[in-house]
T-cell receptor, first 112, second 114 residues
Framework: GNSVTQMEGPVTLSEEAFLTINCTYT??????LFWYVQYPGEGLQLLLK?????DKGSNKGFEATYRKETTSFHLEKGSVQVSDSAVYFC???????????FGAGTTVTVRA | DAGVIQSPRHEVTEMGQEVTLRCKPI?????LFWYRQTMMRGLELLIY????????DSGMPEDRFSAKMPNASFSTLKIQPSEPRDSAVYFC????????????FGPGTRLTVT
């Protein structure tokens, strides 16, 4: 079946530090990959996506590259801000399918 | 544009009571999803509607849970009778199309069953 495994948290960083959250997946065929972010008290928002191998998704300084050879989609940001404190979810959707499979989520706290 | 609207935002009820959660999807979206989020199980898809028709309800925990979508702008998730293990945050999400990528989530309803 389809599944997503992401780095366990919580992760605590200082402002301007480099952030990496690891995500690996198991899926048949060619899934689409996503990072969603959940700010405190809110629903999930799509942060970025990649729909085929070697695609790089980017948004708000975050980026992730779809690596089919390592079945990974790691999230990175070069310089985090306090406002980046949130829970980050890696997710996949099989080709031509509506279902999203989410990872467990990684809580990130950025301190000033 | 208004996002996905859910009500109530918080619900506290006693075991055995009926609970109804409400969702208004984004106008023009024809797919709607109900999710449940708990610490133990993470995010789980409960049910998926397309054009107001339930397509996949395999995630609905048991017969105590039911969902309806009487029209394109409204959906309900009902739990009757409620149990303490139903305590969770319930999210509604909507999107365009039958197979698509970006789901727009509502703010969620935090349900506590005592």
């Amino acid at each position: 079946g389809n599944s997503v495994t992401q780095m366990e948290g919580p992760v605590t960083l200082s402002e301007e530090a480099f952030l990496t959250i690891n995500c690996t997946y198991t899926a048949t065929g060619y899934p689409s990959l996503f990072w969603y972010v959940q700010y405190p008290g809110e629903g999930l928002q799509l942060l970025l996506k990649a729909t085929k191998a070697d695609d790089k998704g980017s948004n708000k300084g975050f980026e992730a590259t779809y690596r089919k050879e390592t079945t990974s989609f790691h999230l990175e940001k070069g310089s985090v801000q306090v406002s980046d404190s949130a829970v980050y979810f890696c997710a996949l959707s099989p080709f031509n399918d509506y279902k999203l499979s989410f990872g467990a989520g990684t809580t990130v706290t950025v301190r000033a | 544009d208004a996002g996905v609207i859910q009500s109530p935002r918080h619900e506290v009820t006693e075991m055995g009571q009926e609970v109804t959660l409400r969702c208004k999807p984004i106008s023009g979206h024809n797919s709607l999803f109900w999710y449940r989020q708990t610490m133990m199980r993470g995010l789980e898809l409960l049910i998926y509607f397309n054009n107001n028709v339930p397509i996949d309800d395999s995630g609905m925990p048991e017969d105590r849970f039911s969902a309806k979508m009487p029209n394109a702008s409204f959906s309900t998730l009902k739990i009757q009778p409620s149990e303490p293990r139903d305590s969770a945050v319930y999210f509604c999400a909507s999107t365009r199309g039958r197979t698509t990528y970006e789901q727009y989530f509502g703010p969620g309803t935090r349900l506590t069953v005592t």
